[in-house]
Structure formats: structure tokens, C-alpha cells
């Protein structure tokens, strides 16, 4: 990707212009991100998925499976990836004051009728994301579980998820996503 401004690509060690980065390193090339690769060292950006061992982009009008985790509960897990932002110099430091935070919503219909309650709601949460070897983020996974007190999640199979997901890095805007999804429920087992 390109530099909106300058028209000049960014070195993913250093986020300077390449032309910068390689005179101030006696480099005769740098890494240069190509096209069609992210540039963690553009816009701000954030995308959450669904999976327990590997990253499905939700998409809109997609599914939103729940699954048995290894304890038993029956849950959505929804890794986060981005780039772009700030990340602490440790960045797995859950307290560290610099710390992306993320805000969820998930509201099921015929479930969480009530507007001043949700069927699923997280505040607060930091997001103690890894850095990837393209210089992209990742959380692998936030657990988004099923209320307890639900006997059987099959009652939810079919039924329309509206998820609302905010991310907000430090001194950054906020960042939103939001989905209309259809529920599925995988057998348990």
C-alpha cells in the first residue's frame, strides 16, 4: 500500500518512507509492503472473525457459529486482527495503560428483546494482541460465552445476530464494526 500523502511506500521495520529507511540504515532495499498485503504502518484497522484455530473474516449476512470450547461451554470465538495503531512495547501487558480496548455487543433476535439489555455485552476489555511476521495484529480469541443459564443453545440455530464491536488503541479514534449475522450452532461434541 502507499502513503495517502506522500505517494511513497513505508518500511515495515521502522514505518519511515523507504527512501528514508534505507539511507538511514545503509540499506541499498527495504521491506516494502506489496499492494496486496496489509501495511501495518497505514490507516488504523480492525477486522473480527470467528474460529478457534484459524482466522474466518466475518462477513456480512455471514454465519456466527457457536461452539463447544474444551470445558464444555458453549461460546462464539471471535478473533481480532488489525494494524495501524499503537500497540505498548509489550504489547501482551493486559494492565499496560496503553492498551487497545475493546467494547462488544451482541444482541440475538427474539433473545434480547429488551433494549436496555443485551444477550451478550463485554466493556472494557484489553486486547492483548501478537504481532505478526507481516508486522499485523492478532488476538486469538475473545470467548464470547453463552449465558449460563441457557440449556440448549440449539434454540438459537437460524436466528438473526446483530454484533456491534469497537476498538478503540490508544489516543486513536475509536474504530467500529458492526454485522448482521445468521446464528449456527454445531452439535455439541
Not at 144 to 151: E, F, G, S, T
Not at 155 to 169: K, M, N, W
Request: aromatic share 10%; proline share 12%.
Amino acid at each position: 500500500m502507499r502513503d495517502g500523502d506522500a505517494g511513497s511506500s513505508r518500511c515495515r521495520a521502522c514505518g519511515t518512507a523507504t527512501v528514508v529507511c534505507a539511507g538511514l540504515l545503509g540499506l541499498a532495499a527495504c521491506d516494502t509492503p506489496s499492494d496486496d498485503e496489509p501495511d501495518p504502518q497505514g490507516d488504523p484497522w480492525f477486522q473480527v472473525g470467528s474460529g478457534e484455530t484459524s482466522f474466518t473474516p466475518l462477513e456480512p449476512a455471514g454465519v456466527l457459529p457457536i461452539v463447544w470450547g474444551s470445558q464444555g461451554a458453549a461460546m462464539f470465538p471471535m478473533p481480532i486482527r488489525g494494524g495501524g495503531f499503537h500497540l505498548p512495547g509489550n504489547p501482551k501487558d493486559f494492565g499496560h495503560p496503553e492498551i487497545p480496548i475493546l467494547d462488544l455487543v451482541l444482541d440475538i433476535d427474539g433473545y434480547s428483546d429488551d433494549p436496555a439489555t443485551h444477550f451478550k455485552q463485554i466493556s472494557n476489555y484489553p486486547v492483548t494482541f501478537d504481532v505478526l511476521p507481516d508486522g499485523t495484529y492478532e488476538y486469538f480469541y475473545l470467548p464470547v460465552i453463552v449465558p449460563d443459564a441457557v440449556v440448549d443453545p440449539q434454540i438459537y440455530h437460524g436466528s438473526t445476530a446483530h454484533l456491534r464491536v469497537e476498538l478503540t488503541p490508544f489516543q486513536a479514534e475509536t474504530m467500529l464494526e458492526e454485522y448482521a449475522l445468521v446464528v449456527d450452532v454445531a452439535p455439541p461434541g
